[in-house]
């Protein structure tokens, strides 16, 4: 149990107790300073006489983690998620060198109610976030006859175990494993992956290996895209800390072999065609360019080698205003005005070309626009 977070809904929302032992759980050690790192600020409380302190109106959703100095051992809880809902309860135990570890017992796990999926889009990708509780109701460690095994959705590429992630997590291609026993209280495992799409409507499956004690999906809302799923009670529209806007989906508990199915309609889809036709211009334009240069009558070395470097590298940064003009749609006031100064200065790089024979004729107007 020693740093582990149990979910406590009898205590207020962004409350967090550390009670501090020596040894067993009725050796309260009372009066001891206890930090808590909220969102990287630094907390302090005291034990009371039940060795508990106690940490109110914490922020939810930000990261934690607390510590005490026992008699020189410092003792250091795992990453602690404040929850939505309800409060965590954490145990310190000093003197665990002394104490030999508890033999395992033969049980269940579930995944708790802190348990989240996260989608995010990333340009033409989405990007999913498995933040799991692995839940231990026992007082002793649980052997459920082998590891967890979660089998991640089809079309799942470069999953991966996330910062946080307890150390008996691996990811091997689209398979998650976590191995026991696993300890009383939570252990955390959070997986990243992304989904690569060409349709505005996928579907998703999920099939849960130990029980889900709440479903709760988040979708950042972009555009009209929505998503359904008959294991949906309720889905509503919530904001993040940064105002960036999510549907939030919840449903009731899903018993272990169960099968989550999203459906994800009107996903921002953008057709890779006006971006092959910008690049292939800024192609066309620098292979000209380069022909001409070869072709005309050479001037000196240090002129030419400068006005060769200048062009292409605007000829670069257009295609990239080119490029992004296709993905939004349109350019902003400040990247209009600066593709014309870009299509400006070329213009005067071609002149000086055409001027010395080195570019082609007429000041390559036509070329840089």
Known sequence: MHGRAIPAADLPAGTITVRVVREAVTNNIVGQEVRLTVGGSPRTATTDDQGRATFADLPQGTEARAQATVDGEELVSEPIRVPASGGLRVILVAGLEKVPAAPSVRGSVTLGPNTRILMEFRDDTLQVFYLLEILNTASAPVDIGGPLILDLPTGAAGAATLEGSAPTASVSGDRVTVTGPFAPGTTSVQIGFRLLYTSPTIPIEQRWPVPLEQLTVALEKVGTATMTSP?????????????????????????????????????????????????????????????????????????????????????????????????????????DARRERLTTELEQIYGELDESGLGPQGGGKDLAA
């Open 231 to 335: 294991q949906f009670s309720t889905v509503g529209e919530v904001n993040a800390e940064s105002g960036t806007p999510f549907l939030l989906a919840s449903g009731p508990t899903m018993p272990a072999g169960g099968t989550l199915s999203i459906e994800l309609v009107n996903l921002p889809v953008h057709s890779s065609t006006p971006r092959s036709v910008a690049l292939g211009l800024a192609l066309a334009i620098l292979g000209i360019g380069t022909w001409f240069a070869f072709t005309t009558r050479a001037r000196s070395a240090d002129t030419h080698r400068r006005l060769m470097v200048r062009r292409d590298k605007l000829l670069a940064e257009l295609a990239g205003l080119e490029e992004r003009r296709v993905r939004k749609g349109a350019l902003s006031a400040s990247e």
